[in-house]
């Protein structure tokens, strides 16, 4: 990994110095509190990291604790907060020895210091920065690694770094001007003067209550704040954020707060501690090199064509300190606009809100000459206020218009769009900014483009394996939404079915196949189609679960699957509910309280072979919403699985049950993608027709079939039917018979009365269906009982149940016929 370095190394390169100069600079003001964040920046500029951080030693000497860190987030690295000091994580062994330590991907693969280690090969360099007393942590994406060059700019920022910060002033010392200090328990906080001032507050008004203080802000900016004063949302290290302030007169002023977090000991409250500055001023002191690091980095997390956008805007608005930008992608002929902001149609001109679409507008090329012709030489231009532009463009920027070529390779991805409101005076770091940012979206959209492409294909290849419409259910209303993950490619393997069974029973399932694979698609399409033929074969929902667990258990493979399987009676508006390692089912009563229910769960699929799977009952009101989801729209790797069912009962609390579409939008819609969704919402209305039904187990004896027949005499002139009796008597004759000749066990005999049908069927122990006869001689003593009942009936057929079949035969019943009645 080393490089050789040649005669010339010795003296020292012009990157070199240039570091050396601008270290000097940041280090010159010690009482800065961006120093640190800038001396990290200068690794990414002058040692190509693409991730530095600071560590140093926490309160108790055994670990060390995250300071600072700059660049892409640490999570695409595995970085974690804190490190033992006795562990084999190179900022540890660093600190200990007194030496740099330099690991490149095979010598990661070792140390094996994350529980989730990312895809991407990387260089991981870990320098002290004084014996004992801290590290300095870099991670390089280049493919040779660091090298000689890089690797002294990171010896030079180590050197930059060992200069105390400002040191934390102890609960009872005087603040510095622009420093604070708040007591998380009590919500009390000292001040310096100058935050005082920045407030617009008198020193002996203040009445030392940081509510006070929040009242003056902005209160758009009150969760982001909040987010930083509460100590359940701050970890080690150092936040940030830009917030506004109220002012008596003019618009808010934007301040920058600091601020971090110290553990509190025996009889001493945990405080935070920081600064509070004038933003405006400290925007000057980050460099266009910073500023472009920060977009590097940021497009280097994103992922969709939206992602990209909205970086672009992030990174450009505020410091150009612009009206509006538009991001578009370059269609043809067409632009086809990916962000705008601000969002509002009527904050742009006439002609893009005449195209305007759904969410945003296309806007065409050809009615804006300019534009085009800009595209075509592929260059940044630039009009000052009042330029001869057409309308379509001047009313962007009437004080002022930047237009980005975004090229990627040999061809233009987009433009991008920046417009002034009042005359903008464009300075050379600002066309500097423009030009670099340019070349950074326009890769980066390109690979979203693919990225979405892919992603869209995936989806596409997910869906087929679902079902493609829902069936219309007797008394209830079903909807269902899949969402791919936005974060790989792979095929998931979360689904969901709905299975209309016989006596108007439904089947809800929804599963999820662990880990996101061809393997685990494929076994998802196995175990979706294994559960449908186990209830369809008419099982109860405990052993089609167990039927799945033991298919499971036989197939070669080392994957597992959930499953929630709830079973509706859709006329008694009760159900049985079994789960194998689901999560349950979240109800929503009619009027709007909700229940997580809880529902005794077994084993996920395809881990014991012999286990029993409970089933717990619910009981359903006319109104009742029932949602089944997977856990990608409850759980994120940052949250808890308990509070997002939780938060999603509160949703469905909330919301209109007679929308179940705009329900389930919504929910995907604040979903966070980081894993597959599958969400099936189910509303029981109960049904207004509810059909006449009755049994009779056939006892094997000399006169079974005349019982069968008075049975069905007394049960259908009860119901006052008369019409087509004896076609109905002499099929009960046939198919009664037929079972207790030809199968052994139990024969039951089951009559419907419906929307005028009457429906027979008898049920017996044998999977064996009656064969119909292709021809009879009048000599044969059998096998005329099947013609029988297809020339008396209006359709006959068998189905396949629990332990048998069952042979049925229906009747059209004259109009006016007696029948069930609405409830």
Same mark, same amino acid.
């Given at each position: 990994?080393?490089? +050789?370095?040649?005669?010339?190394?010795?003296?020292?390169?012009?990157?070199?110095?240039?570091?050396?100069?601008?270290?000097?600079?940041?280090?010159?003001?010690?009482?800065?509190?961006?120093?640190?964040?800038?001396?990290?920046?200068?690794?990414?500029?002058?040692?190509?990291?693409?991730?530095?951080?600071?560590?140093?030693?926490?309160?108790?000497?055994?670990?060390?604790?995250?300071?600072?860190?700059?660049?892409?987030?640490?999570?695409?690295?595995?970085?974690?907060?804190?490190?033992?000091?006795?562990?084999?994580?190179?900022?540890?062994?660093?600190?200990?020895?007194?030496?740099?330590?330099?690991?490149?991907?095979?010598?990661?693969?070792?140390?094996?210091?994350?529980?989730?280690?990312?895809?991407?090969?990387?260089?991981?360099?870990?320098?002290?920065?004084?014996?004992?007393?801290?590290?300095?942590?870099?991670?390089?994406?280049?493919?040779?690694?660091?090298?000689?060059?890089?690797?002294?700019?990171?010896?030079?920022?180590?050197?930059?770094?060992?200069?105390?910060?400002?040191?934390?002033?102890?609960?009872?010392?005087?603040?510095?001007?622009?420093?604070?200090?708040?007591?998380?328990?009590?919500?009390?906080?000292?001040?310096?003067?100058?935050?005082?001032?920045?407030?617009?507050?008198?020193?002996?008004?203040?009445?030392?209550? +940081?509510?006070?203080?929040?009242?003056?802000?902005?209160?758009?900016?009150?969760?982001?704040?909040?987010?930083?004063?509460?100590?359940?949302?701050?970890?080690?290290?150092?936040?940030?954020?830009?917030?506004?302030?109220?002012?008596?007169?003019?618009?808010?002023?934007?301040?920058?707060?600091?601020?971090?977090?110290?553990?509190?000991?025996?009889?001493?409250?945990?405080?935070?501690?920081?600064?509070?500055?004038?933003?405006?001023?400290?925007?000057?002191?980050?460099?266009?090199?910073?500023?472009?690091?920060?977009?590097?980095?940021?497009?280097?997390?994103?992922?969709?064509?939206?992602?990209?956008?909205?970086?672009?805007?992030?990174?450009?608005?505020?410091?150009?300190?612009?009206?509006?930008?538009?991001?578009?992608?370059?269609?043809?002929?067409?632009?086809?606009?990916?962000?705008?902001?601000?969002?509002?149609?009527?904050?742009?001109?006439?002609?893009?809100?005449?195209?305007?679409?759904?969410?945003?507008?296309?806007?065409?090329?050809?009615?804006?000459?300019?534009?085009?012709?800009?595209?075509?030489?592929?260059?940044?231009?630039?009009?000052?206020?009042?330029?001869?532009?057409?309308?379509?463009?001047?009313?962007?920027?009437?004080?002022?218009?930047?237009?980005?070529?975004?090229?990627?390779?040999?061809?233009?991805?987009?433009?991008?769009?920046?417009?002034?409101?009042?005359?903008?005076?464009?300075?050379?770091?600002?066309?500097?900014?423009?030009?670099?940012?340019?070349?950074?979206?326009?890769?980066?959209?390109?690979?979203?483009?693919?990225?979405?492409?892919?992603?869209?294909?995936?989806?596409?290849?997910?869906?087929?394996?679902?079902?493609?419409?829902?069936?219309?259910?007797?008394?209830?209303?079903?909807?269902?939404?899949?969402?791919?993950?936005?974060?790989?490619?792979?095929?998931?393997?979360?689904?969901?079915?709905?299975?209309?069974?016989?006596?108007?029973?439904?089947?809800? +399932?929804?599963?999820?196949?662990?880990?996101?694979?061809?393997?685990?698609?494929?076994?998802?399409?196995?175990?979706?189609?294994?559960?449908?033929?186990?209830?369809?074969?008419?099982?109860?929902?405990?052993?089609?679960?167990?039927?799945?667990?033991?298919?499971?258990?036989?197939?070669?493979?080392?994957?597992?699957?959930?499953?929630?399987?709830?079973?509706?009676?859709?006329?008694?508006?009760?159900?049985?509910?079994?789960?194998?390692?689901?999560?349950?089912?979240?109800?929503?009563?009619?009027?709007?309280?909700?229940?997580?229910?809880?529902?005794?769960?077994?084993?996920?699929?395809?881990?014991?072979?012999?286990?029993?799977?409970?089933?717990?009952?619910?009981?359903?009101?006319?109104?009742?919403?029932?949602?089944?989801?997977?856990?990608?729209?409850?759980?994120?790797?940052?949250?808890?699985?308990?509070?997002?069912?939780?938060?999603?009962?509160?949703?469905?609390?909330?919301?209109?049950?007679?929308?179940?579409?705009?329900?389930?939008?919504?929910?995907?819609?604040?979903?966070?993608?980081?894993?597959?969704?599958?969400?099936?919402?189910?509303?029981?209305?109960?049904?207004?027709?509810?059909?006449?039904?009755?049994?009779?187990?056939?006892?094997?004896?000399?006169?079974?079939?005349?019982?069968?027949?008075?049975?069905?005499?007394?049960?259908?002139?009860?119901?006052?039917?008369?019409?087509?009796?004896?076609?109905?008597?002499?099929?009960?004759?046939?198919?009664?018979?037929?079972?207790?000749?030809?199968?052994?066990?139990?024969?039951?005999?089951?009559?419907?009365?419906?929307?005028?049908?009457?429906?027979?069927?008898?049920?017996?122990?044998?999977?064996?269906?009656?064969?119909?006869?292709?021809?009879?001689?009048?000599?044969?003593?059998?096998?005329?009982?099947?013609?029988?009942?297809?020339?008396?009936?209006?359709?006959?057929?068998?189905?396949?149940?629990?332990?048998?079949?069952? +042979?049925?035969?229906?009747?059209?019943?004259?109009?006016?016929?007696?029948?069930?009645?609405?409830?």
């Amino acid at each position: 990994m080393a490089n +050789v370095v040649g005669d010339g190394a010795a003296e020292r390169s012009t990157r070199t110095l240039r570091a050396e100069s601008a270290l000097r600079t940041i280090a010159a003001d010690q009482e800065s509190p961006e120093r640190v964040r800038r001396v990290l920046e200068q690794a990414l500029v002058f040692a190509g990291a693409a991730f530095a951080a600071l560590y140093t030693p926490g309160a108790d000497d055994e670990a060390l604790c995250l300071v600072e860190s700059v660049g892409v987030p640490r999570n695409l690295y595995g970085v974690r907060d804190s490190y033992p000091l006795g562990s084999r994580f190179p900022a540890a062994e660093a600190v200990r020895t007194g030496r740099p330590v330099w690991l490149g991907p095979k010598e990661l693969a070792e140390h094996a210091h994350s529980r989730r280690v990312p895809a991407r090969d990387f260089f991981l360099a870990a320098l002290p920065v004084r014996e004992g007393s801290g590290c300095l942590l870099a991670v390089s994406e280049r493919p040779d690694g660091f090298d000689h060059d890089d690797r002294t700019g990171l010896r030079l920022v180590a050197d930059a770094i060992a200069s105390p910060p400002p040191a934390v002033p102890a609960d009872g010392d005087d603040l510095p001007p622009g420093g604070f200090s708040l007591a998380m328990d009590s919500g009390r906080v000292r001040v310096g003067e100058h935050i005082l001032e920045l407030f617009g507050l008198d020193p002996d008004e203040f009445d030392g209550r +940081v509510e006070s203080l929040l009242g003056l802000t902005v209160p758009e900016d009150l969760p982001s704040l909040m987010s930083v004063v509460e100590a359940d949302h701050m970890s080690i290290g150092e936040r940030e954020l830009e917030f506004r302030v109220l002012q008596p007169t003019g618009p808010p002023k934007w301040l920058r707060l600091r601020g971090r977090l110290l553990p509190g000991g025996e009889g001493t409250p945990a405080r935070l501690v920081g600064s509070v500055a004038d933003a405006s001023t400290l925007r000057s002191d980050l460099t266009d090199v910073a500023r472009v690091q920060r977009l590097a980095a940021a497009l280097a997390t994103a992922v969709t064509v939206r992602d990209v956008g909205k970086a672009v805007v992030a990174a450009l608005r505020r410091p150009l300190r612009a009206d509006r930008i538009a991001l578009a992608e370059l269609e043809s002929d067409r632009l086809v606009v990916t962000v705008l902001d601000p969002p509002e149609p009527e904050s742009w001109p006439e002609l893009w809100r005449a195209e305007w679409r759904s969410e945003w507008p296309d806007a065409p090329v050809r009615a804006m000459p300019t534009l085009a012709a800009a595209l075509r030489e592929g260059r940044a231009r630039i009009w000052p206020a009042g330029s001869p532009l057409e309308a379509a463009l001047a009313e962007v920027g009437p004080g002022g218009l930047a237009m980005l070529p975004l090229p990627a390779g040999n061809r233009m991805a987009g433009a991008c769009l920046i417009g002034w409101d009042t005359p903008h005076e464009f300075g050379t770091d600002e066309r500097a900014l423009l030009t670099a940012a340019a070349g950074l979206a326009g890769q980066a959209l390109m690979r979203a483009r693919a990225f979405d492409a892919e992603h869209e294909l995936v989806g596409m290849l997910q869906r087929q394996l679902l079902p493609r419409r829902l069936p219309r259910l007797p008394g209830a209303v079903a909807v269902a939404r899949y969402l791919p993950s936005t974060a790989g490619l792979e095929l998931g393997g979360d689904w969901y079915d709905v299975i209309p069974l016989p006596d108007n029973h439904v089947a809800l +399932v929804i599963g999820d196949v662990q880990g996101h694979s061809a393997a685990a698609a494929t076994l998802m399409g196995q175990m979706r189609t294994a559960l449908r033929a186990y209830a369809v074969e008419g099982h109860p929902p405990d052993v089609v679960v167990s039927h799945a667990n033991r298919l499971l258990m036989d197939m070669e493979t080392d994957l597992f699957a959930t499953c929630c399987y709830v079973d509706i009676d859709m006329e008694e508006g009760s159900a049985w509910c079994v789960r194998a390692g689901h999560l349950p089912p979240v109800l929503r009563q009619p009027d709007g309280r909700t229940e997580i229910v809880e529902a005794e769960g077994g084993p996920p699929l395809g881990v014991v072979s012999r286990t029993d799977f409970p089933m717990s009952p619910l009981r359903l009101q006319p109104g009742t919403l029932i949602a089944l989801t997977t856990d990608g729209l409850v759980e994120t790797p940052d949250s808890d699985i308990d509070v997002g069912m939780r938060e999603l009962a509160a949703h469905l609390s909330d919301a209109d049950p007679e929308e179940l579409g705009g329900i389930a939008d919504t929910l995907l819609a604040r979903a966070p993608r980081s894993d597959d969704i599958a969400l099936l919402l189910v509303r029981y209305d109960g049904m207004a027709l509810r059909p006449l039904r009755e049994t009779w187990t056939v006892w094997r004896v000399p006169q079974a079939v005349g019982h069968a027949r008075r049975f069905t005499r007394r049960t259908v002139r009860s119901w006052g039917v008369t019409a087509a009796l004896d076609a109905v008597l002499l099929a009960v004759s046939e198919l009664v018979t037929n079972a207790l000749v030809h199968t052994e066990g139990q024969v039951r005999l089951d009559l419907t009365l419906v929307h005028n049908r009457l429906r027979l069927a008898v049920a017996d122990s044998s999977p064996r269906s009656p064969v119909k006869p292709t021809s009879i001689g009048w000599e044969a003593t059998g096998g005329r009982g099947i013609l029988l009942v297809e020339a008396v009936s209006d359709s006959w057929g068998t189905l396949p149940v629990s332990g048998g079949k069952q +042979v049925w035969a229906e009747f059209a019943l004259e109009e006016g016929a007696t029948g069930p009645r609405s409830e």
